[in-house]
């Protein structure tokens, strides 16, 4: 949706550079307005690209907030010191943020309110574990949909 809404700002105001620049022609019979015009217009697209970029540059790169981060951070120390798990590798973790609620938000049995346009973290992982360790409702309980490849070691 921002990148429609940044498509159609520049479009408006490319317009109405447009029928500005051909007034002051026509009032002031001077042609240069015209590039000037053209230039803002260029100015515009490059200006609203920027953010749009950004913001698909952070999505790619699977970057999180800093907070969310610090919750990551604090989510795999606990991991490591669950009993039966040896050690974790290749910890891949993004955001979900769509704004459409997900399933565990429409119903799951109590009337509290849920903020609807709250991230939902997603990952994978893989862990190694010496027993029966239960790291999939581990990281449930904190608000993570994560899938957990585990290895046994012998």
């Known amino acids: 949706m921002h990148g429609i809404f940044l498509h159609i700002l520049a479009d408006t105001l490319g317009s109405v550079a447009v029928v500005i620049s051909t007034l002051l022609v026509h009032f002031y019979g001077w042609s240069g307005f015209d590039p000037l015009a053209s230039f803002f217009i260029a100015v515009l697209i490059f200006a609203s690209a920027i953010p749009l970029v950004i913001s698909s540059a952070k999505t790619l790169l699977l970057t999180v907030p800093a907070d969310v981060e610090y919750t990551l951070r604090d989510t795999l120390a606990g991991v490591s010191g669950l009993r039966g798990v040896v050690g974790y590798s ?8 769509s ?8 119903s799951h049995g109590h009337d509290g309110a849920h903020d609807i346009g709250e991230p939902r973290v ?7 574990a010496s027993r029966a360790a239960d790291v ?3 990281l449930r309980s904190r608000g993570m949909d994560v899938v957990v490849q585990v290895e046994r070691e012998w």
């Open 90 to 97: 290749g910890p891949r973790f993004w955001v979900e943020d």
């Open 99 to 106: 704004g459409v609620p997900h399933e565990d938000q429409l």
């Open 136 to 138: 999939e409702d581990f």
């Open 122 to 128: 997603l990952g994978v992982m893989h862990v190694i």
